[in-house]
């Protein structure tokens, strides 16, 4: 350039120069031309020079492109390595600021150019950002397939990581097999994919990349573990609960009337606060006989489940039980309204308290919010003439339970630690289960692969509600060394 004026005003210095006088390429056909059309001034900011900011007024000329076919008929000329086309920065400028939204993006990297005498709106660093070409990532040798939800329940896509860097190297648009065949078939090159036990992923993969190696990785694994282990723990429930203390009845005194002995876990889990039957777990017996009467009648499942009206996957749920007990575990779960007040009504009623109504009143001082009925439902077996079992302590949640067994041992709280093994006393099938899951964390964490059939064959020989919950994926996907 050809420098003219410099001046320093206010902490900014600003710069007048001329471009100089060559001839110019057009930006559209290529032709180079040195005719000039007119001239016109242009304004830049660049590089700040210690704490003053850099104003460039630089006059560059408008050319003429002599090329016939050329859409263009004038074009301006541009300074290497300091303008650009429709820029009000120069180069260096911009390479500078683009370097801090990648670092810190929005109102971060606006302190940041601030404090660098750069001063930039937050939307500006992030419009530099998308103004970036996207990077064309090399295919990966073990590519990592997973879904996710675009809109959960209705709508799902498919990321694709290069496990080697673990970041995402393409996102796909559904999760479908033909979707994820024809990606592989434009990316040569997959030696091993990673992927979770979607049967669509696995034909996928076949279509697309039949050589490549399909594996699992260890956070399914482990998680459909997870899942298995809390069926398991749902299932036995009422090992959860410490047994009641059976007290003997005091004949000194005068005592008020006390409560039976508490009734097994799962039959009392059936009954509401007043002892009826609750609606969903008759149902749930109901559809049970329907569907097995139907299923041993020779209907398939397509046909029962237009016959009864249900969706398929509830008639397959229905089909696939061992009992209706399986059915009933999430139903017995749902704790009840009353669980965090029962302590108190049964420590009040050994005291002498058996006014239900002085109790209701009792119960919402301390914010209960449900009715009198409720109250007097729980306490009618009290009225029995029997011995009045003590304050119950809360039974863990089997959500907890599952977590103290996936937990590392050595990592576990105290307070859980004792809770744990108090629950695997009182109960062999927890307790072989918890010697499962761990025996097969060891096989994950220390990478002991040819010890994973002789944990099958164990698994299944004891631990068989682990091994039916255990999610194998579709029929198409099972090892061929995996029983049916």
């Given at each position: 350039?050809q ?19 060559y001839?110019?390429?057009c ?6 031309s040195?005719?000039v059309?007119?001239w ?6 660049d ?8 104003r ?16 263009k ?33 929005g109102?971060?990297g606006?302190?940041?150019?601030r ?25 990966p040798r ?23 860097t ?8 559904d999760?479908?097999?033909?979707t994820?065949?024809?990606w ?19 034909d996928g993969?076949?279509a ?7 594996v699992?990785d ?20 009422a ?15 005068e ?5 039976p ?26 559809r ?7 299923l ?5 499942l397509?046909a029962i ?14 089909a696939?039980?061992n ?6 575990v ?6 009840s ?13 050994n005291?002498?308290?058996?006014n ?30 029997q011995?009045?079992p ?5 039974a863990?949640?089997p ?8 937990s ?7 307070d859980?630690h ?7 006393t ?7 289960a ?9 096989l ?8 994973l059939?002789g944990?099958?064959?164990?698994t299944t020989a004891g ?9 194998w ?7 061929p060394?995996?029983?049916g």
């Amino acid at each position: 350039m050809q420098l003219e004026h410099v001046d320093s005003h206010d902490n900014t210095i600003r710069v007048t120069a001329r471009a100089p006088a060559y001839s110019a390429a057009c930006p559209a056909c290529g032709a180079r031309s040195a005719r000039v059309h007119s001239w016109y001034q242009r304004h830049l900011a660049d590089t700040p020079i210690g704490d003053h900011q850099v104003r460039l007024s630089l006059r560059v000329r408008r050319l003429f492109c002599d090329t016939p076919t050329c859409p263009k008929r004038t074009f301006a000329q541009q300074v290497p390595g300091l303008t650009v086309r429709y820029g009000r920065r120069s180069r260096r400028l911009h390479e500078l600021l683009t370097a801090v939204a990648l670092a810190l993006a929005g109102r971060a990297g606006a302190r940041l150019a601030r404090a660098l005498h750069a001063p930039v709106s937050r939307m500006t660093l992030l419009r530099l950002v998308r103004a970036l070409p996207d990077p064309q990532p090399a295919t990966p040798r073990v590519l990592g397939v997973d879904d996710f939800a675009i809109r959960r329940g209705n709508r799902y896509g498919t990321v694709l990581l290069d496990m080697a860097t673990h970041r995402p190297i393409d996102v796909l648009p559904d999760r479908t097999a033909d979707t994820l065949a024809g990606w592989l078939q434009t990316h040569p090159g997959v030696e091993v994919v990673c992927r979770d036990r979607a049967g669509a992923y696995a034909d996928g993969v076949r279509a697309g990349a039949p050589q490549a190696l399909q594996v699992a990785d260890r956070w399914h694994l482990w998680h459909n573990l997870g899942e298995a282990l809390d069926k398991t723990v749902r299932t036995h429930r009422a090992c959860l609960r410490e047994p009641p203390d059976i007290a003997p009845a005091d004949t000194t005194t005068e005592a008020p009337t006390k409560a039976p002995a508490a009734q097994p876990a799962l039959s009392r889990d059936l009954l509401d606060a007043h002892g009826h039957q609750r609606p969903l777990i008759a149902r749930t017996q109901e559809r049970y006989a329907e569907v097995q009467e139907l299923l041993a009648s020779g209907m398939s499942l397509n046909a029962i489940s237009r016959t009864l009206g249900l969706a398929f996957r509830t008639t397959r749920r229905f089909a696939r039980a061992n009992s209706v007990e399986e059915l009933l575990v999430g139903a017995c779960d749902r704790a009840s309204v009353l669980e965090a007040f029962k302590p108190y009504l049964t420590r009040r009623w050994n005291q002498g308290c058996t006014n239900a109504a002085q109790l209701y009143a009792e119960l919402q001082a301390q914010g209960w919010s449900g009715s009198l009925r409720t109250v007097q439902g729980y306490l009618r077996p009290f009225r029995a003439h029997q011995a009045a079992p003590a304050a119950p302590a809360p039974a863990p949640k089997p959500r907890h339970v599952v977590t103290w067994i996936m937990s590392d041992p050595d990592r576990l709280d105290p307070d859980d630690h004792v809770r744990l093994k108090e629950v695997l006393t009182r109960c062999p099938e927890l307790e072989a289960a918890a010697g499962r899951v761990r025996e097969f964390a060891k096989l994950m964490t220390h990478r002991r692969g040819h010890r994973l059939e002789g944990w099958i064959t164990a698994t299944t020989a004891g631990a068989t509600l682990i091994w039916r919950a255990l999610p194998w994926g579709c029929a198409a996907t099972r090892p061929p060394w995996l029983p049916g």
